[in-house]
T-cell receptor, first 111, second 118 residues
């Protein structure tokens, strides 16, 4: 079983809609959670971090964490074509010095 | 702060040749990581340094791979006797000093080195 699971997509949404990206993880000791955006051929770029249950908002992005369900999500409001990318979920386990990444969900925002 | 720098950006090599990649982390970061990413997959952990000490090495890493970080500054990743299966994007990342800060701020990735073994 992979540590971090994501639906590979592609997820297609129209411009202006809300995109919802989901991630589940297997290790209950996980403490920190990140969403990275990766454009084709480029390296991952950190867009959100969360480590407490609940919601965290930053501009058009909202990260949601539910540790009991081992589930983390990313909502993108007012989606723009420039949001079209692969979104990687990363999970850190306390006192372990590395993050585990999911395979990513490809998002297409159609004009 | 110029971010994490990786060199070269692209490398094409013949099977069996040795290659070496370089990573310069953000200056105040003392943790440095190497990851490998193949098409359609997320980054996979290879190895990790805190200052000059290599503290963890993935079981994915065969004996053909070696990494160093002399003096706790830049790092090099060498692959000996390259194989076609080594073709991938090699990503370097660095992170800020404390585990707590890393939990909050995550990694900063470099632009990566894309290796193609022909």
């Amino acid at each position: 079983q992979k540590e971090v699971e994501q639906n590979s997509g592609p997820l297609s949404v129209p411009e202006g809609a809300i995109a919802s990206l989901n991630c589940t993880y297997s290790d209950r000791g996980s403490q920190s959670f990140f969403w990275y955006r990766q454009y084709s051929g480029k390296s991952p770029e950190l867009i959100m971090s969360i480590y407490s249950n609940g919601d965290k908002e930053d501009g058009r992005f909202t990260a949601q964490l539910n540790k009991a369900s081992q589930y983390v999500s990313l909502l993108i409001r007012d989606s723009q074509p420039s949001d079209s990318a692969t979104y990687l979920c990363a999970v850190g386990v306390y006192n372990f010095n590395k993050f585990y990444f999911g395979s990513g969900t490809k998002l297409n925002v159609k004009p | 702060d110029t971010g994490v720098s990786q060199d070269p950006r692209h490398k094409i090599t013949k099977r069996g040749q040795n290659v070496t990649f370089r990573c310069d982390p953000i200056s105040e970061h003392n943790r440095l990581y190497w990851y490998r990413q193949t098409l359609g997959q997320g980054p996979e952990f290879l190895t990790y340094f805190q200052n000059e000490a290599q503290l963890e090495k993935s079981r994915l890493l065969s004996d053909r791979f070696s990494a160093e970080r002399p003096k706790g500054s830049f790092s090099t990743l060498e692959i000996q006797r390259t194989e076609q299966g080594d073709s991938a994007m090699y990503l370097c990342a660095s992170s800020i000093r404390t585990l707590r800060d890393q939990d909050i701020y995550g990694y900063t990735f470099g632009s990566g080195t894309r290796l193609t073994v022909v």
